[in-house]
C-alpha cells in the first residue's frame, strides 16, 4: 500500500474541508429537526441561519472569494472562481430574499455546499494528477547526479556535464552510468530497463559500448567517455520526454476551444433564463435560482483536465514499455495508422547477414579474398558479414570507390576489383553466371574476369510474423521497402504476408516512394515508416508518424522520429497502438460523458427538475469521474 | 530559443490554457505551451527581445492566474 503523501498546501485544504463538513453536518442536523430558522422569531429570523452558515462558507471559501476579486481586478470574467462566488453568494442573496418576503427559509444549506463540493472537488484533481504526475516521472528517473572522474590518480566528484570527451569515469554498482561510453576495464551487467523496458540484464564487458542511463548491477566499471553529456543518450531522452506535451492532439485542442466558448455561452444563457421567463411568469427568486444553478455547471474543468490527463497517462505508459511518445498528437495518429511502410533490413530483418554459400569459378579463398578487399572499411551489413567470414589479411593498398546501388569497385594500378550486384556487373561488361537462390548475391571479379560470387543471407525476425500478422487483423496495410533486390524482397514479403513490397531501391527511392504513398493515400489515411533510424532520417520526416527502433544510441533517429522504440523489438509497434487505442477510447468517453451530463444537467435545471445539489455533481462529481476514467489508461496495462 | 520552465502552484486546468492563450499573443514569442498536468512551460522566445519578452511573460502569468509562479 503506497502512503498518501500531500503537499503542504493540499494539507491545509484538506483540514478546511474536514472542518467545514463537520460544522457543516452539526447545523444541517440542527437545522433540520428544530429548524433553526424558528429559534428567533420575527421578521429577523433568518439571521441566525445566515451567520451560522456563513461561518461554514467563510472556512471553505475564503480562498476563492479572495481569488475571484483578483482575478475581476484583472479584468478575467469568466474565471471559474468567479462564477463559483456569484452562484453561491446569489444563493445567499436570494435565502435572504425569501426570509425578509416571509417565505421559508432554504438556501443557505445549499450555497455551503456547492462551495464544499466545489473544493472536494478541486482538492481531488489536484491530488490525482499530482500523484499521476509523480509516478510517471519515476518512470523516467533515469537523470545522473553526478559522474565520478579518474582526474590524475585520483576520483573527483562532478557535475556530469563537467566531464570532457576520452576522460574515464568510474560506476560503481548500484550507480547510474551519466555519460555515454566504451568500458575500458570491468565487467558487469547492467540494468537498461528504464532506458528500453527490457527487464534481462545486459552482460557488459571490456570494449562494449554503454549507454548513460543503466544502472551497473554488480561491479565496478571503468568507462571512457565517447559522448559529452548533452549528447548522451540520457540527454536526448530526458529532452524528448520533456517536451513529449508540446504538441497537442486534435482531442486537446478541440477541449480548448469548446471550453471557450462553453462557458460564456453558458453565463449567457443563465442571464436569460434569470430575466426573461420572470418578466413573462413572474415568480423570479425561482427563475434566478435556477439561472445561479448553471452558473455552478458553467466550468468546463471536467474536460480541460481528464483529456490532458490521459494522454498524459498514455504517454506515461507507453514510457514503461521503453517507448518514447515525442507528443499526445502522435499517440492519436499512430491510433489511426493504417499504412506501415517497413524498411526491411534491420527492421523486419534481423540485419545480421551471414555468408551462406561462395559459388567460386575456381578457388574460394580467391573470391573471399577480394571481396575482402574492396569491402574494407565499409560498415554496411553486407560488408561486415564478408569480413567476418574472412579470416585471411587484406591487402590495404587499393583505392575504394563506391557506387550507390551498385556495389564497390578497388583499383591499385591496373588491378581493379569489382564486387557487387548484377548491375555492377553488366554496367562493366562482365560476363559472370548468376545463382538462383534466395539471398543477396554479391558478385566478384577482377579486371573483367568473373571470380564467383558469394551468397549472403538475413534472417526474418520472429516478432515480425505476429506484428504483421496484427496489423492486417486490424485493416492496416504493410509495405516494405527495400535495397535488396527483387527475389529477397519477395521471399520475405511471401513469408510475413505483406500487402506490397518495393525492392532494388537506393536510399533516395525510399523517399521517393514513400512520397508516392503519402500522395495516393486517401484523406483518412495515416502513414507511419518504420526503419531502424540508420540513413532513414528523411523518410522518418515525411511520413505522418515516423517510428524508428533500437534508437538508443543513435540521435539522428531520437530527433528525426515521432516515435521511438527504444528496444529493438516489433511488437513496440502493436503495443503503441493498443496503449493508443485505448487512450483515445477513454478520450472519447469523457468528452462524450462529461459533455453529455452538463448539458442534461442544464436542461434539467431550465425546466426546474433538479436543484443546485445536482448542478454540483454536474460540475465536480463529472471531473472526478472523468478523472479516474483518466487514470485507467495506465491501470488495466501492467 | 527554446526554453522549459517550471511552473509553481499552477491550480487550474482552465487557466494553464488561458494562460497559454495569453502568453502566445505576446509579441516576440513565437510558441507557447503551458502543461498543466507536468506543470511545466514551454517557450519559444526571440532571442533578441529577451529580457523584454520574459517580463511581459511573468506579467502576464501573474494577470491570468495569480497564484502560479515561474520558476526561473
Not at chain 2, 42 to 69: G, M, Q, S, Y
Request: with cysteine; aromatic share 8%.
Amino acid at each position: 500500500m503506497e502512503s498518501i503523501h500531500l503537499t503542504k498546501k493540499e494539507k491545509k485544504k484538506l483540514i478546511r474541508i474536514i472542518l467545514a463538513i463537520s460544522f457543516f453536518v452539526v447545523f444541517f442536523v440542527l437545522d433540520k429537526s428544530i429548524n433553526l430558522a424558528n429559534v428567533f422569531r420575527g421578521e429577523f429570523n433568518w439571521l441566525l441561519p445566515f451567520f451560522l452558515y456563513l461561518i461554514i462558507y467563510f472556512i471553505i471559501g475564503y480562498d476563492i472569494l479572495i481569488k475571484s476579486i483578483k482575478n475581476i481586478l484583472h479584468g478575467q470574467i469568466f474565471d471559474e472562481n468567479f462564477l463559483m462566488v456569484v452562484a453561491t453568494i446569489g444563493a445567499f442573496t436570494l435565502a435572504i430574499y425569501r426570509g425578509i418576503i416571509g417565505e421559508t427559509i432554504e438556501g443557505f444549506d445549499e450555497a455551503c455546499a456547492v462551495m464544499i463540493f466545489y473544493q472536494v472537488g478541486e482538492f481531488f484533481q489536484s491530488y490525482a494528477t499530482n500523484k499521476s504526475r509523480k509516478s510517471i516521472s519515476k518512470l523516467m528517473d533515469i537523470r545522473p547526479d553526478v559522474a565520478n572522474v579518474k582526474r590524475n590518480g585520483e576520483i573527483q566528484i562532478v557535475d556530469p556535464t563537467e566531464v570532457a570527451l576520452d576522460e574515464i569515469i568510474v560506476v560503481n554498482p548500484g550507480e547510474k552510468i551519466p555519460i555515454d561510453g566504451i568500458i575500458v576495464s570491468g565487467q558487469s551487467s547492467l540494468d537498461t530497463k528504464a532506458l528500453t523496458g527490457e527487464s534481462m540484464p545486459r552482460e557488459v564487458s571490456e570494449g562494449d559500448e554503454v549507454i548513460s542511463g543503466s544502472i551497473n548491477l554488480t561491479t565496478t566499471l571503468e568507462i571512457k567517455v565517447t559522448k559529452i553529456f548533452y549528447d548522451s543518450t540520457v540527454s536526448k531522452i530526458l529532452d524528448l520526454v520533456e517536451n513529449a506535451s508540446s504538441e497537442k492532439s486534435e482531442a486537446e485542442n478541440f477541449i480548448t476551444k469548446f471550453s471557450k466558448f462553453y462557458t460564456p455561452i453558458v453565463c449567457l444563457v443563465a442571464l436569460i433564463l434569470a430575466i426573461v421567463p420572470s418578466l413573462i411568469w413572474g415568480n423570479i427568486s425561482v427563475w434566478i435560482y435556477r439561472a445561479l444553478s448553471f452558473l455552478v455547471v458553467s466550468c468546463p474543468c471536467a474536460l480541460v483536465i481528464s483529456i490532458p490527463l490521459s494522454f498524459f497517462v498514455g504517454l506515461g505508459t507507453c514510457s514503461k514499455f521503453g517507448i518514447l511518445v515525442k507528443g499526445s498528437n502522435y499517440l492519436e495518429k499512430i491510433n489511426s495508422a493504417n499504412i506501415f511502410i517497413f524498411d526491411k533490413t534491420g527492421t523486419l530483418t534481423k540485419g545480421n547477414f551471414k555468408v551462406a554459400n561462395i559459388f567460386p569459378k575456381e578457388k574460394e579463398d580467391e573470391v573471399l579474398k577480394l571481396a575482402s578487399i574492396c569491402e574494407q572499411g565499409s560498415s554496411h551489413p553486407i560488408s561486415k558479414s564478408i569480413l567476418e567470414f574472412y579470416q585471411g589479411e587484406i591487402d590495404e593498398n587499393y583505392t575504394i570507390t563506391n557506387i550507390a546501388g551498385q556495389g564497390i569497385i578497388a583499383r591499385n594500378g591496373n588491378d581493379i576489383i569489382y564486387c557487387g550486384n548484377e548491375k555492377l556487373m553488366n554496367e562493366n561488361n562482365i560476363s559472370f553466371k548468376t545463382i538462383n537462390d534466395i539471398g543477396t548475391k554479391v558478385y566478384v571479379a577482377k579486371n573483367q574476369e568473373f571470380v564467383g560470387s558469394i551468397l549472403i543471407l538475413d534472417e526474418i525476425k520472429q516478432e515480425a510474423f505476429e506484428v504483421i500478422t496484427d496489423l492486417k487483423d486490424n485493416n492496416c496495410k504493410a509495405i516494405m521497402l527495400t535495397g535488396d533486390n527483387e527475389i529477397v524482397a519477395k521471399n520475405v514479403s511471401m513469408q510475413l504476408g505483406l500487402t506490397e513490397y518495393k525492392s532494388s531501391l537506393l536510399p533516395e527511392d525510399k523517399v521517393v516512394e514513400t512520397k508516392k504513398i503519402i500522395d495516393t493515400k486517401n484523406k483518412n489515411d495515416v502513414v507511419c515508416f518504420v526503419g531502424d533510424g540508420i540513413n532513414d532520417a528523411p523518410v522518418l520526416m515525411l511520413s505522418d508518424v515516423g517510428i524508428s527502433m533500437g534508437g538508443v544510441g543513435s540521435d539522428a533517429a531520437i530527433e528525426a522520429s515521432d516515435i521511438v522504440l527504444m528496444k529493438d523489438d516489433l511488437k513496440g509497434i502493436s503495443l503503441a497502438k493498443k496503449i493508443a487505442k485505448k487512450t483515445m477510447s477513454i478520450v472519447f468517453q469523457n468528452i462524450i460523458f462529461s459533455i453529455s451530463i452538463k448539458f442534461a444537467i442544464l436542461l434539467l435545471t431550465a425546466f426546474g427538475i433538479t436543484n443546485m445539489w445536482l448542478a454540483v455533481f454536474g460540475d465536480v462529481g463529472v471531473a472526478v469521474l472523468a478523472i479516474l476514467n483518466a487514470m485507467r489508461v495506465n491501470l488495466k496495462q501492467k | 530559443m527554446r526554453k522549459v520552465y517550471n511552473l509553481e502552484d499552477l491550480d487550474c486546468a482552465n487557466c494553464a490554457s488561458k494562460m497559454e492563450e495569453a502568453i502566445k499573443k505576446i509579441e516576440g514569442i513565437t510558441f507557447a505551451s503551458v502543461n498543466f498536468i507536468t506543470q511545466k512551460m514551454i517557450l519559444e522566445i526571440d532571442e533578441n527581445r529577451f529580457d523584454e519578452v520574459i517580463k511581459k511573460v511573468i506579467k502576464t502569468c501573474k494577470k491570468v492566474e495569480p497564484d502560479c509562479t515561474i520558476l526561473m
